[in-house]
């Protein structure tokens, strides 16, 4: 079972990201669901963000509603989150960027605490690995950081291979940026990943 958490900032929807899913419209990202032509399973948020047109469109047209206080120790995307823990997949479309870092930062922890959770927008794919990959196809570049003090890992089949290296997170910035090549894989021996896949290069570094 998956489940598939719409944010508000996520501004193409690909159609085969939501297939088969359980679609939660978190406060805003459910007028931007529907405004996509998804109709939410459930919206939940305190909506204090929505103007009155888009939280009377998101009444109208979501199967369930879930209210919450604005006064909350939870994000509204971790009670969106808390909602479908027991689902095999959890996708979040959207939450990475915006005007509010911060809340950037908020979602990346989340994926620590709910490691079966991606976060994923119209460039990019975040999320945690632990065990041996290959990488996603759809993606050119590939960024590794160490979830603990280091993991042990070998590449190939990318521009910059490495062999049992020892990657650690005090040298953020060795692991950033590799590009897959022909049949890129990540082995990874010991410790756990967090993994960021992009399809271009924005900057340079």
Known sequence: MKACLILWDIEKINKEDIKDSFIVGVDLGSYNAISHGII??????DFDSCKKEEYDAIIKNSKKIIQLNPMKDKTDTEEAI?????????????GIKGKRIEHFYANLMLLFKYPKVKMKDENSLIEIKRE?????K?????????IEDSAILSLTGMKYNL????LKRNEPTLGISNECMNNPYVE?????LLVISSMEDH???
């Open 138 to 146: 759809n993606y050119k570049y590939i960024s590794l950081f160490p």
């Open 163 to 166: 062999w049992n290296y020892t």
């Open 132 to 136: 041996s990959f290959i990488p996603n």
């Open 203 to 205: 900057e340079n570094l």
């Open 82 to 94: 808390l909602l479908v823990k027991d689902y095999h997949e959890i996708l979040i479309l959207g």
């Open 188 to 192: 990874i021996k010991s410790g756990g």
């Open 40 to 45: 939410p399973d459930i919206a939940i948020g």
